[in-house]
């Protein structure tokens, strides 16, 4: 008797403290890149699911570390908040929804993996379906939730994920997918658009560090970093990005470039010094940039460049040449990416790599709280300057 009113109490304390979204559920895989991609990818399914007004499930961040074959999972409230994107929409994490909503809104026989058309297997064959578990990291990702599929459904081509041109798009996703026989749509993909959308740009403000990260930023400037102001700089400077701005004289967009470039290239032609900068140009930005910085804030003078880099950090180089400058150049021991990004965001001016998506996430935030950041070579400096003993140099030189 008494256990079964245990039994009971428990199942009523369950069913008032999780609430079913009748208008359905999205989840999808972040299977495209690393941190930058995903972020972008994040903000895009974040504005579709508000679109077709679904619950954003939201995935864990796939991660690839050194030594591992296979991918690895990070929940989404490890670095990032879950409480100010409810502001703009309602999300649960994938933990949360398949341990406690899954079971039965979602069981094994009804798993259906969406996507456009149908995706080559890693054998070469197709299976006539979405093949969601095929490779590294789409099988890893779903095998985390132990998520079997039972079955695909192909949305193209009179679907896809653009909400923003034309108010037909949204509608026919509902009308097509009603949620009471299609309560959860999982997507082999983001339902999103990289680079991000020109109209999911502002989402990032709903983006808030985990108080693990936020405090970790707090620490490192205070206790490190030396008083007075900082400038915090990303150097995109790996083996994989080398061999990735080979690409920019045949296109004119690359990756994150619309940051700056514009989405229609209003701003500007992509370039080879804008992709992978030279020493000559990260040295005269930053000299400008903290004589600016002087002129304009005299009693908080920069006094330190924070260092990001995938690579070569350059802090020996940068020392010697800010040296006069009485500016010490650091990095975060730990090498840990998002911690970084979190110092950066709280610099007091930003210099980032204008095709680099990680950059891109640090120059969303700073919008969001309206803080200056820049790019490396953007605009380009015009040639022909004059300096003492003849010929001719950058703008600025003589900093």
Known sequence: MYRLVGLLLAFFTFAHSITVDEHGYIMY????????????????????????????????????????????????????????????????????????LAPSLWPPAERISFCYTERMGLDGSTGHGCNAKSGNPFGPFWDTFEVEFAGSEFFGPKLNYDIHHGDSMARRWSERYPAAKWPVLAFTGAPAAFPVQQENLLLHRYLRWSVKYETGAKQFIRDTLPRGAFIGVHLRNGIDWVRACEHVK??????????????????????????????????????????LHREAAPDNPIR????????????????????????????????????????????????????????????????????????????????????????????????
């Open 29 to 100: 895989c972040p299977c495209m890149g690393r941190f930058g991609n995903q972020a972008d990818h994040f903000l895009g399914s974040f504005g579709f699911a508000k679109a077709l007004n679904r619950t954003l499930v939201l995935p864990p961040w796939v991660e690839y570390r050194k030594g591992e074959v296979r991918s690895i999972q990070v929940p989404f409230d490890t670095y990032f908040q879950v409480g100010p994107l409810q502001a703009f929409h309602r999300v649960i994490t994938m933990e949360n929804f398949m341990k406690t």
């Open 250 to 291: 045949e296109s004119s967009n690359l990756f994150s470039s619309p940051q700056c470039l514009g989405y229609r290239n209003e701003h500007g032609q992509l370039t080879a010094e804008l992709c992978m900068p030279g020493r000559d140009t990260i040295i005269r930005q930053l000299k400008r940039q903290i004589k």
């Open 304 to 399: 330190a460049v924070f260092v990001a880099s995938d690579s070569n950090h350059m802090l020996g180089e940068l020392n010697d040449a800010l040296k006069r400058m009485d500016v010490t150049v650091v990095r975060h021991p730990d090498g840990n990416p998002h911690l970084d990004l979190a110092i950066l965001g709280r610099a007091n001016h930003f210099i980032g790599n204008c095709i680099s998506s990680y950059s891109a996430f640090v120059k969303r935030e700073r919008d969001a709280n309206g803080f200056p950041s820049s790019f490396w070579a953007f605009p380009p400096e015009k040639p022909g300057a004059k300096v003492k003993g003849g010929g001719s140099s950058p703008q600025h030189e003589e900093l």
